[in-house]
């Protein structure tokens, strides 16, 4: 069977998709995995067929989080809905270029795997059953609001409308690039509701995050699958001094910002070092600026780690809350301190802190060196903290994650056309 995975974005947006296409892969599938033209050597690592989106380019999620604009909103705190207005919009023409791209990229294929993001070229024209990939939940609930609204304490009701609102916006925004493909296609366009309500009742939309960590309320459809993280056994390359470092010394604090380097990676920077100097912990950083850290903390750079090996070994691991990172931090068991940049990274650093398993997060926008440093003490001082990371590492890993995606993925192609 032929299954094109399509998927845009950052490392952590792309690398799940690579592990499922490796599990598929391994039962006797034929994965390709369409996306930009960065991610081509992730593909051929994991032995999967690779296709290129011309239009999204090399360094696209680089181009859009050092966008001025952007960084300006963010500094004005994590709005999902501000950074959607700062982020430089394609011309009309470069937008149907990228909607037909995944249109042809889907032909001759027996299933199609997308994001939330790339759905729009299964809407605009398939003839092959589709489902969809979320990093976050987005189905309706009475139970939670929907991400970005205001978590008022007004019932069902209320957050069942938020998630409304929230879908009416979404198709607000992509009903015209949808509608217009659909046109040229023959096809009639589609109304006011949005289409995108489907995921999970008519088709599966995959939840690659664990039920130990948000399990799904009794309100979502049956499609809905929390499978848990999607995660592999592939080890990554990492410099020998680095290791090194780790094994001579106390557990050090990690900094590993991912994305959000790009964002603010001067002050990220400089409140990760000030912090384990105000807490006497050693640092290690990985990503960042480039450049000598200063010689009072004893800390080292590296641009690559394997965070299979290094994130166990850390005595709190300070990121971004970007889902993949999360996911990561999660299953190494450690304590985490959470600055949240963007989209979906302020539900992650509240969930975690709801676990107990983080101190409060320290958003981007109110990071200090001082604040960072008193979430490091928080998080490292408490022991309960340290031991309810290790229990929650444990009760993850029994998840069947990507196995369970596949096996959604296999039936679904089976009997869903």
Partial sequence: MRIALLTIGSRGDVQPFVVLGAELRGRGHEPVLVSGADFRGMAERAGIGFRALDTIGTDHATSVLTDPGVRAALRKGPSLYRMAAAVPRPPRADRRALTDELVAA????DMIVNTTLTRIGALTRSTAPWCSVASWPITATATWPAMGAPALPLGGR?????????SALEWLL???EVNAGRAAAGLPKFGLGSPFRDDGVVRPILYQFSPHVFPPPPDWPARCHVTGYWSDDVRWDQPAELTEFVERGEPPLVAAFGSAWLVGGETLLA?????????GRRLVVVGGPVGDLPDHVDAIRSESADFTWLLPRAAAVLHHGGQGTTAAVVSAGVPQVIVPTYADQPMWAARMAALGVA??????SRLTASSLAAAVRAAV???AIADRAFALAGAVRGDRGVREAAD??????????
């Fill in 271 to 279: 409140a990760s070092v000030a912090a384990a100097a105000e807490t």
């Fill in 174 to 176: 992509y009903r015209p």
């Fill in 106 to 109: 889907t032909e001759g294929v």
């Fill in 381 to 383: 001082d408490d022991p």
């Fill in 408 to 417: 959604v993925v296999e039936s679904y192609a089976a009997t869903g056309r």
């Fill in 359 to 364: 101190a409060p997060p320290v958003p981007y």
């Fill in 158 to 166: 209320y957050n069942r409308l938020t998630h409304q609102a929230s």
